[in-house]
């Protein structure tokens, strides 16, 4: 479990350098206009780095989602988080390689008339729904692991705290999908809606080798070591 968490969080870490040059290298690309993903797509500049960083990102996910499920109680409240968050990693996997976008919505010029027009390939198609479901497991994950918080002397009130980031979730996840301007701010929300996300797992990661070690009198948690 160790193991896993620490290979989650090198993940991350490898996701965010490589998605930050894959922005810095394509050209005309705006980190708070366009999508993270438009960085993967078909007529990107360098569209193996994205592809190559979601994937590392995702896999990081599906650790970090294993580690917590093996350190759980067992049965639906043990791995009903840890499974969302392993979905949400496969999701991610999914818009890389597997389902890349055919275009630049907001820098190809006709990118967003065909999508419009129904004019895109099924894969276009499946990496947008693989951006969606990945996102709604993810914030459900986060309800579910306050259930499996609840009464573990070993998490303390975590419960509470991964209520109130669930509840953020929904007004950010509002935002990005109801409320932004797609030509103007998507990029910024989006950055800012995953970087939630990465927080979330990061946090998630970091309180289990907490947890493993017995060890954590900064945040008022009890010291009852895991048995075993």
């Not at 894969?123 to 497991?137: P, V």
Request: hydrophobic content about 55%; overall charge neutral.
């Amino acid at each position: 479990m160790r193991g896993l968490a620490v290979a989650s969080i090198v993940g991350q870490l490898a996701w965010l350098i490589l998605v930050v040059v894959a922005g810095l290298a394509e050209p005309g690309y705006s980190e708070a206009r366009d999508a993270v993903s438009e960085l993967g797509a078909r007529t990107a500049e360098r569209p193996w780095l994205f592809n190559a960083g979601v994937t590392v990102w995702g896999l990081s996910f599906v650790a970090a989602g294993v580690a917590l499920g093996l350190a759980g109680p067992g049965g639906g409240r043990g791995w009903l988080g840890p499974g969302l968050i392993v979905l949400t990693g496969v999701a991610q996997i999914l818009a890389g390689f597997p389902f890349p976008a055919d275009c630049r919505t907001t820098i190809d010029v006709g990118c967003e008339a065909r999508e419009l027009a129904g004019e895109v390939s099924w894969r276009h198609e499946a990496h947008g729904w693989a951006y969606f479901l990945g996102a709604i497991a993810l914030l459900l994950s986060v309800f579910a692991m306050a259930w499996r918080f609840r009464g573990d002397p070993r998490w303390g009130r975590a419960d509470l705290l991964a209520v109130g980031a669930g509840a953020f979730g929904l007004l950010v996840f509002a935002g990005l999908f109801f409320a932004v301007d797609v030509q103007q701010s998507y990029g910024l929300f989006q950055r800012l809606a995953l970087a939630a996300g990465g927080i979330w797992v990061a946090a998630l990661t970091l309180g289990l080798l907490a947890v493993r070690s017995g060890r954590f009198p900064q945040l008022g948690f009890p010291h009852v070591r895991e048995p075993g």
